[in-house]
């Protein structure tokens, strides 16, 4: 008996391919994800209490493709009798925590997900002209195949650690972790926390709480200043649709310099945390000098373990002077990065890359020379720029995946959201053209 052949096998379970299993579902199509976590748990290690998401609550797994699916937000609410507490309290962020059970409360609605399966490999069978993913399980270790006509990375993204602070012994933890080593971090005496984002301020805002019981925050940014994330309406205008059409079709080296360019609008921190961060400071120094000190502009160039302390070796950019702090445990909020995955190898030369290595994902997110059958989800930061890592977006970018596999719009894709043009509007190109 031959193999089954599924449609789509999904690799990871995170928000965005866990929407696509909720996108999928009505449509018949025969899907299944595959996840090493033994369950969905979203940034456990920063699931600090009273925490936010970033996005409206209408970013979750569907809404904006479906604002009739069942796997909705609103009718998590409704379903866990908290909708009226949520109308009444009049916020759009929903808590991190809710954001967490309420894919959970998805995932568990759905049969076609299959946890501790670690992806280890896949292949192209030439004679079925099917993909071969080769999966192990992560509790018994047995290994499993699932046939697939398309495939769908949702892989997420790496933890990064810059090369000076690298195998690190001691008290370094990289901020996903920071739930898991709070205690051991209070209890240190002296913490430093190196990064400039939303997760360097949750933390440090975290432990401010603790520096009355002698604890010391020390928060060191290469960041010329704490910088916030950019909420203003026509800047949000850039999370559509048409500016990823604009953003994908530049030249690589636009690209590069747009990606560092357009740090603040994703990669700051929220206006409303750096307020409480400072307000905070205040209320304390009521109460004499608080031990902490906030550098920016400064870059850790060395670490150094000696046993009981660290050592760091910094530089100041602006005035290109070094100088050495100690501090006992470290906290590396250094960000995240998408990474080609390893076991992709098998089908390397059927995949498309760019001049640095990279996965070079097409406007419809396929990676596969335009065969249409290998998709990625929140890989393509570097090809469609701000939206990759969106959660607001995640319903669209799975609506257009839908479509190329189902060769027809299941779910209405908007082709343009925005008031501004991004580029040449299209009437002065035609002006132009006829000009000539
Ligand atoms: C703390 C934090 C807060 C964030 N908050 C927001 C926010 O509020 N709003 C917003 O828009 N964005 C936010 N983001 C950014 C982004 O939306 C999230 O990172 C989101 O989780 C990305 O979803 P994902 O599906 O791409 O990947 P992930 O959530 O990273 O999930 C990837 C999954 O793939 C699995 N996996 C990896 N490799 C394999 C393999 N070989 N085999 C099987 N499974 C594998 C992993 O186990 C994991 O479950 C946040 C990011 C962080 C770190």
Known sequence: MSARVHDVVGVGIGPFNLGLACLSEPTGLDAVFLDRADGFRWHHGMMIEGATIQVPFLADLVTMADPTSRFSFVNWLKHTGRLYPFYIRESFYALRAEYDAYCRWAAAQLPNLHWNQEVVAIEHDAALDVYVVRAMRTDTGEESEFLARHVVLGVGTRPVIPPALRGLRGLAIHSSEYLDHRDALRASGS???VGSGQSAAEIYRDLLDAVGDGCRVDWITRSPRFFPMEYTKLTLEMTSPEYTDHFHALPLGMRQQLGREQRSL?????ADLIDDIYDTLYRLSAGGPVPTTLL??????NAAWDGERFRLRLRHGQLDREHERETASIVLATGYAAETPPFLAPIAERLDHDALGRLEVARDYTVDGGRGRVFVQNGEEHTHGLTAPDLGFGAWRNSSILASILGREVYPIERRIAFQDFG?????????????
């Open 266 to 270: 994703y990669k700051g921190i929220s």
């Open 191 to 193: 913490i430093t926390i």
């Open 296 to 301: 920016t502009d400064t870059e850790v160039t």
């Open 424 to 436: 040449v509007p299209v009437d002065a190109m035609a002006a132009a053209g006829a000009s000539r």
